[in-house]
């Protein structure tokens, strides 16, 4: 049973456009959220993160959503740029775990 | 520069030899992870470590072992036992404080066994 789900595998977006990947979560105990991008044969990179005192978070062309009653999250990326194109994928955490628990990942493609 | 190596970068062996995959940081983290990457699949964890000396399964430990004697180090061994074993496989740590730690990553290790 998959506790985190990203149910697009891919997404394609022009550059410059607005790029939103989501992500939602069963596990309630979750209260610590993150996302990775990863290219190729490398391993992930860790791109931001959200914890559940807080409904929103910002690093620059990037900002996490998180809406708890809902059990979803989403990351947007704005302007996305070709640089941007990798696989992203949402990661959970909670309760004094040391588990991260990914989803399968979404394959962002960004369109020059 | 601080970070986390793996090695080596492609790895093949023969089906039925155990094979050992190199581990090491320079982070001063306290726990250590192992993580296994199939096509289309997210991460799944093999087994983890809090501290030295001490670790633990994680949800597919089966064919796989572990030792962690000193805390920069943690190399996992893939056996005999492991029915499929071709993976992409990824190392982390993170700092031991338990639930919001962000986990960083090693370069990988494909691992092809003919």
């Known amino acids: 049973d998959q506790q985190v789900k990203q149910n697009s595998p891919s997404l394609s977006v022009q550059e410059g456009r607005i790029s939103i990947l989501n992500c939602d979560y069963t596990n309630s105990m979750f209260d610590y959220f993150l996302w990775y991008k990863k290219y190729p044969a490398e391993g992930p990179t860790f791109l931001i993160s959200?914890?559940?005192?807080?409904d929103k978070n910002e690093d620059g062309r990037f900002t996490v959503f998180l809406n708890k009653s809902a059990k979803h999250l989403s990351l947007h990326i704005v302007p996305s740029q070709p640089g941007d194109s990798a696989v992203y994928f949402c990661?959970?955490?909670?309760?004094?775990?040391?588990?991260?628990?990914f989803g399968k990942g979404t394959k962002l493609s960004v369109i020059p | 520069d601080g970070g986390i190596t793996q090695s080596p970068k492609y790895l093949f062996r023969k089906e039925g030899q155990n094979v050992t995959l190199s581990c090491e940081q320079n982070?001063?983290?306290?726990?250590m992870y192992w993580y296994r990457q199939d096509p289309g699949q997210g991460l799944r964890l093999i087994y983890y470590s809090q501290i030295v000396n001490d670790f633990q399964k994680g949800d597919i430990a089966e064919g796989y072992s572990v030792s962690r004697e000193k805390k920069e180090s943690f190399p996992l061994t893939v056996t005999s036992a492991q029915k499929n074993p071709t993976a992409f496989y990824l190392c982390a740590s993170s700092t031991f404080l338990g639930g919001a730690d962000t986990q960083y990553f090693g370069p990988g290790t494909r691992l092809t066994v003919l």
């Open positions: 959200i914890s559940s005192i807080k």
């Open positions: 990661a959970a955490t909670g309760a004094g775990s040391y588990q991260l628990t």
């Open positions: 982070l001063n983290h306290d726990a």
